[in-house]
């Protein structure tokens, strides 16, 4: 909501997650005027702004669908800053353990700003306490989809000495340098220290099989050439032999779109040349999972690959 909630004095009651979650579409300016008189949130709703009170209750309604899914939980309140506090690795006294934020397709639209926010939390509480190995891992796949995460620059640069690591994964450069803008992107990617580029696409402006081909770098080579020549008056000819050192690719664009499934380059921040890997499905032991309004359990079997 546009209102700074601090500055916005109603009962505590009012603002709970159900009763926010339906106010924005059913009140309307004159219940919430006798409400907020006074706050810097008034303004809004004096004679005359009824069209910006119409933007800022679009708005808030957008903004507050993500309550739609959170309300429905039922269980013991979890907090994102004491599993950060509590789960670092064994070894340094934590109790461990894996915290999965799960989304389905139809739902990130929602959902991306609260689990980006929470990723933040998470960030933050690890870069807040001491230095040393939490052994604490960050993994976010379609970096893209979840739209901006505040402190994901700072993280990559600064979480490392906490024990933090981050994988990141996406599929179009071009997406994440639309989400975070250039300058961000290009940071995101340098400060990654371990490298994996699979099978991508091209597209008018090189794309991100263009992007990969000049991250992976250019090589020197040295073409050779020999010409022969002879004149009617000569028995023996005259050869002739240059040499020209030119500056390509590595790697060229068009290879990395036709690498096969679960092939590509990879680099480790230890060994500074690139090579060329195949990654081998590995299975691993069956987990059962609750089925969605019953008691059930279904097995899930899990996949990987190294």
């Not at 994901?152 to 490392?160: E, V």
């Not at 000495?161 to 300058?183: D, P």
Request: hydrophobic share 35%; charged share 25%; aromatic share 6%.
């Amino acid at each position: 909501m546009i209102w700074p909630l601090n500055q916005v004095c109603v009962p505590i009651d009012w603002l709970s997650r159900a009763v926010l979650r339906r106010r924005p579409r059913g009140c309307d300016p004159q219940s919430l005027r006798a409400r907020l008189a006074g706050p810097a949130a008034g303004p809004f709703l004096e004679e005359g702004n009824e069209r910006m009170f119409g933007s800022v209750r679009s708005t808030a309604s957008s903004a507050i669908r993500v309550l739609d899914y959170t309300t429905r939980q039922e269980g013991t309140p979890f907090s994102i800053r004491q599993w950060v506090k509590h789960g670092a690795a064994r070894h340094s006294g934590g109790r461990g353990g894996v915290l999965f934020l799960p989304y389905k397709a139809g739902e990130i639209a929602a959902l991306r700003s609260v689990i980006s926010a929470w990723l933040r939390i998470a960030i933050f509480e690890a870069m807040g306490r001491g230095e040393g190995d939490q052994r604490l891992w960050f993994l976010v796949d379609e970096l893209d989809a979840l739209g901006e995460i505040d402190g994901l620059k700072d993280a990559l640069s600064r979480l490392r000495k906490f024990g933090g690591r981050c994988i990141l994964g996406f599929q179009s450069i071009g997406q994440v340098s639309g989400t975070y803008g250039r300058a961000v992107a290009d940071t995101i990617v340098e400060n990654c220290g371990n490298t994996l580029i699979l099978r991508c696409s091209a597209s008018e402006r090189g794309g991100t099989s263009e992007f990969a081909s000049k991250l992976i770098g250019q090589r020197q080579v040295v073409h050779t050439t020999r010409s022969r020549s002879r004149r009617s008056s000569d028995w023996v000819g005259t050869t002739t032999t240059s040499e020209h050192l030119s500056i390509e690719p590595a790697v060229m664009a068009s290879e990395i779109e036709r690498l096969p499934d679960l092939e590509g380059f990879l680099k480790l921040a230890s060994i500074p040349d690139w090579r060329r890997v195949r990654l081998a499905p590995v299975s691993y032991p069956t987990v059962t999972r609750s089925r969605p309004g019953g008691t059930a359990r279904e097995p899930v079997a899990r996949t990987g690959a190294e």
